[in-house]
């Protein structure tokens, strides 16, 4: 995490999201198991915010119990009622009354935003002097955006929104990602100035740069250099692009640091997975979620890893082997049809297939451990049945049901003996 000095950021989320038809709030969606929102507060405490303010409103409650479980760097304040993106920012004020820094505000549904790119907004800023600066991209379509105008010295003069723009300013490209950093202290009166004098008599947050540059602030715009980053999500279309997008992103990242993606098209992984050099990922793999990947592995393909997930070099987890919440040491092979969930695996250990871990009681609703220390050998169609533990270089037999621990060197077998009965065809 980078230090920025005295910044705290506003994270507009009290929308509804009318074009995801959805029970739930729009910001709770989610894009590799993480809602947006919580994209967008990751993006922030890496780029050094001290606190984050979420507005939120419609179903405010699942948003609110979502962030205060997830992000402790994060308050929520309420916006009863929708009345505009001005609005919204005004209900932060008594959050920041005492606040003497930057305040950056971002729309909780752009989850592609980078820390980096924050940053680089946060270092824009302040080598301009400016009091309000505003984060802009240039669109080939601009259709919907609010449009950045700026005057014959190339100053910012005031951004317009799409329902409001005259038919020139409907042909400018560049756009209002509705990112912007403030001198708190300094402007903060705005937003008891607010008026709804537009096309949808709303607030708008908008109206802040042509106040700004009325009031003789200064106003600058920092152009986005990867206009990607502030794709807006309002629908399932948007979102599923979101998410190709944020996995292609990663993808490439793992390549250029010596990961082999066999085809890039048919592999999803989480941008919160890290994966050592020369590890290969075969298709059709799904890594979700927090997880970190050692240095000469193959995963794959058809592997599922559910996040959560330490697994150490030369590790070879197989076709439709699915990983949760569990660690795996080098030299260990899960090659086939398995489920190995809440279990810490030891090095040199080798799962036939069809191993399951029988991790979860469905009345109780316990999830319970499996331990397999060093060297241990399991045979095809093994249940373990946790809690449970496997000695080193334990040998559990084909077809068994292992629900006692089993010593070190050990052979650990529960299975019928085999009958046969004589032309029992004929
Ligand atoms: C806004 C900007 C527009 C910009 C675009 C970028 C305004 C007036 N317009 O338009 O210039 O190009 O974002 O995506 O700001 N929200 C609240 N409370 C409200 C209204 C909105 O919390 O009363 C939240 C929404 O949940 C959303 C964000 O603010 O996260 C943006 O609101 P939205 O209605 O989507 O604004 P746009 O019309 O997209
Ligand atoms: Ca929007």
Same mark, same amino acid.
């Given at each position: 995490?980078?230090?920025?000095?005295?910044?705290?950021?506003?994270?507009?989320?009290?929308?509804?999201?009318?074009?995801?038809?959805?029970?739930? @709030?729009?910001?709770?969606?989610?894009?590799?198991?993480?809602?947006?929102?919580? *994209?967008?507060?990751?993006?922030? #405490?890496?780029?050094?915010?001290?606190? %984050?303010?979420?507005? &939120?409103?419609?179903?405010?409650?699942?948003?609110?119990?979502?962030?205060?479980?997830?992000?402790?760097?994060?308050? =929520?304040?309420?916006?009863?009622?929708?009345?505009?993106?001005?609005?919204?920012?005004?209900?932060?004020?008594?959050?920041?009354?005492?606040?003497?820094?930057? /305040?950056?505000?971002?729309?909780?549904?752009?989850?592609?935003?980078?820390?980096?790119?924050?940053?680089?907004?946060?270092?824009?800023?302040?080598?301009? $002097?400016?009091?309000?600066?505003?984060?802009?991209?240039?669109?080939?379509?601009?259709?919907?955006?609010?449009?950045? !105008?700026?005057?014959?010295?190339?100053?910012?003069?005031?951004?317009?929104?799409?329902?409001? =723009?005259?038919?020139?300013?409907?042909?400018?490209?560049?756009?209002?990602?509705?990112?912007?950093?403030?001198? *708190?202290?300094? !402007?903060?009166?705005?937003?008891?100035?607010?008026?709804?004098?537009?096309?949808?008599?709303?607030?708008?947050?908008?109206?802040?740069?042509? *106040?700004?540059?009325?009031?003789?602030?200064?106003?600058?715009?920092?152009?986005?250099?990867?206009?990607?980053?502030?794709?807006?999500?309002?629908?399932?279309?948007?979102?599923? #692009?979101?998410?190709?997008?944020?996995?292609?992103?990663?993808?490439?990242?793992?390549?250029?640091?010596?990961?082999?993606? &066999?085809?890039?098209? %048919?592999?999803?992984?989480?941008? #919160?997975?890290?994966?050592?050099?020369?590890?290969?990922?075969?298709? $059709?793999?799904?890594?979700?979620?927090?997880?970190?990947?050692?240095?000469? =592995?193959?995963?794959?393909?058809?592997?599922?890893?559910?996040?959560?997930?330490?697994?150490?070099?030369?590790?070879?987890?197989?076709?439709?082997?699915?990983?949760?919440?569990?660690?795996?040491?080098?030299?260990? $092979?899960?090659?086939?049809?398995?489920?190995?969930?809440?279990?810490? /695996?030891?090095?040199? /250990? %080798?799962?036939?297939?069809?191993?399951?871990?029988?991790?979860?009681?469905?009345?109780?609703?316990?999830?319970?451990?499996?331990?397999?220390?060093?060297?241990?050998?399991?045979?095809?169609?093994?249940?373990?049945?946790? @809690?449970?533990?496997?000695?080193?270089?334990?040998?559990?037999?084909?077809?068994? /049901?292992?629900?006692?621990?089993?010593?070190?060197?050990?052979?650990?077998?529960?299975?019928? @003996?085999?009958?046969?009965?004589?032309?029992? !065809?004929?």
């Amino acid at each position: 995490m980078k230090t920025n000095g005295n910044v705290k950021a506003v994270i507009l989320a009290a929308g509804k999201g009318t074009r995801m038809k959805s029970e739930k @709030p729009k910001v709770l969606h989610e894009i590799f198991n993480k809602p947006l929102v919580s *994209w967008v507060l990751s993006a922030c #405490e890496d780029a050094g915010s001290l606190e %984050n303010i979420v507005v &939120v409103g419609h179903k405010g409650e699942m948003v609110s119990e979502f962030i205060s479980k997830n992000h402790p760097k994060s308050v =929520c304040v309420e916006q009863k009622e929708q009345l505009g993106t001005g609005h919204a920012v005004s209900m932060a004020k008594e959050a920041l009354k005492d606040f003497d820094g930057l /305040v950056l505000i971002l729309n909780g549904d752009i989850p592609l935003i980078t820390s980096d790119s924050i940053q680089k907004f946060l270092e824009f800023h302040k080598t301009n $002097n400016s009091d309000v600066t505003i984060m802009s991209a240039v669109f080939d379509n601009p259709f919907g955006y609010g449009r950045i !105008v700026r005057d014959e010295k190339n100053n910012v003069k005031e951004i317009v929104e799409q329902k409001d =723009c005259n038919d020139l300013q409907g042909k400018i490209q560049e756009i209002n990602t509705g990112t912007y950093c403030l001198n *708190w202290q300094k !402007v903060k009166r705005f937003f008891d100035e607010l008026k709804n004098n537009n096309s949808q008599n709303e607030y708008y947050v908008t109206d802040i740069i042509a *106040w700004a540059n009325e009031n003789s602030f200064k106003t600058a715009a920092y152009v986005l250099e990867n206009a990607d980053e502030s794709f807006g999500i309002n629908s399932r279309a948007q979102l599923a #692009e979101a998410f190709r997008i944020m996995n292609l992103r990663h993808l490439n990242k793992l390549m250029d640091e010596g990961v082999t993606i &066999v085809s890039p098209e %048919n592999t999803q992984i989480s941008p #919160e997975t890290e994966i050592g050099e020369d590890t290969i990922v075969f298709p $059709n793999t799904f890594i979700n979620g927090k997880n970190i990947i050692g240095k000469n =592995c193959k995963i794959g393909p058809f592997a599922h890893l559910r996040g959560n997930c330490t697994i150490e070099d030369f590790v070879k987890i197989g076709n439709f082997v699915e990983l949760k919440k569990s660690y795996v040491k080098s030299h260990t $092979n899960i090659s086939h049809l398995s489920y190995v969930g809440d279990a810490k /695996v030891g090095s040199n /250990v %080798n799962i036939g297939a069809g191993t399951i871990t029988a991790n979860y009681n469905s009345i109780t609703k316990e999830k319970k451990e499996t331990i397999i220390n060093d060297g241990v050998s399991i045979g095809s169609n093994t249940v373990l049945v946790a @809690p449970v533990e496997l000695g080193e270089k334990a040998f559990i037999a084909a077809g068994s /049901v292992i629900t006692k621990d089993v010593g070190a060197n050990a052979l650990g077998l529960t299975r019928c @003996p085999q009958k046969e009965i004589k032309n029992y !065809v004929k």
